[in-house]
Structure formats: C-alpha cells, structure tokens
C-alpha cells in the first residue's frame, strides 16, 4: 500500500490503543546525532526521502509533531538508554530514523538499538514503512490513517 505526502505534511497511523506519525527528513545529507549510555556520540546520514516516524501510546498528536520537529529541524539527538535504565519504564514516546521502520509490539522498550525496529500498540504491529519518493510504502493495507498539515 503507496502513501504519498509531501515534505510539509505528516501521516498518522492510528492504531486501537497508539498512533505512529510520520514525516520526510526533507533535506539532503541531514545528520542526525545518536547519543548512546556508554558516552559515544554517532552520526548517521540521512537523504531528503528517508522518514522520521515516532510512536506514541498517550495518542498524542502535538506530543508527535513535537519530537518530528526537535529531530528533523533543531538536530536533537536521539538518546539510546541501555535496557536498565530506570526511564525505560516511563518511555511513552519512541522515534525511529532512516530508510524503513517496522513496527513491532513484541519487544520490549528500550532493549532494540537497531533504528530499523519501533515498538508499537498492538493493532500497528507487523507493519513495515519503507520510504519511496513521494511517501512511504507499507507491507500491509491499514486504513486509519491521515495525513496533515506539519
């Protein structure tokens, strides 16, 4: 299933009990700054069609367009806590950057530093985004979703 939006919009993935947004990166060669526990700073480079896309368990739409926000315009790094670290409990909001993101309920928060993995509800989980040109791709047909003005 083809989802096309522009650079200026988001789509939202609304599942039973959490929603996922999605934006573009929007610009070419961005670098995005990984901060790990272990005091390692990483950069990843990133093209203009590669996706942001941030999960949420509150539904929280503002929440979304925030963390895209911080991500792709301000260079906010994204922090990686070790699968100990007493915030992983608390984390109601997860981000995932690159080429494609696969949602996934069966893990658990906090203990997949691969960028390619993001927890997700339940009803969302199984679904594969994969960036094109002109939006995204999913493996599967979900039809509650919408897209919006960024």
């Known amino acids: 299933m083809d989802i096309d939006f522009s650079y200026d919009e988001i789509l939202f993935l609304e599942g039973e009990s959490g929603l996922v947004g999605i934006i573009k990166v929007a610009k070419d060669n961005k670098m995005l700054f990984i901060a790990t526990q272990d005091n390692e700073e990483i950069v990843q480079f990133l093209e203009k069609d590669d996706i942001i896309a941030v999960s949420n368990f509150k539904k929280d739409k503002r929440a979304i367009r925030s963390q ?3 991500t792709r315009e301000e260079d906010s790094p994204i922090v990686i806590l070790n699968k100990d670290h007493p915030s992983v409990k608390r984390l109601s909001q997860v981000l995932s ?5 696969n949602l996934n309920c069966n893990i658990v928060r906090g203990t997949h530093p691969e960028q390619d993995v993001l927890c997700s509800c339940d009803s969302l989980s199984g679904i594969s985004i994969t960036k094109t040109k002109s939006g995204v791709r999913l493996n599967r047909v979900h039809e509650n979703y919408t897209i919006e003005e960024f």
């Open 68 to 70: 895209a926000y911080l």
């Open 97 to 101: 950057v690159g080429e494609r993101v």
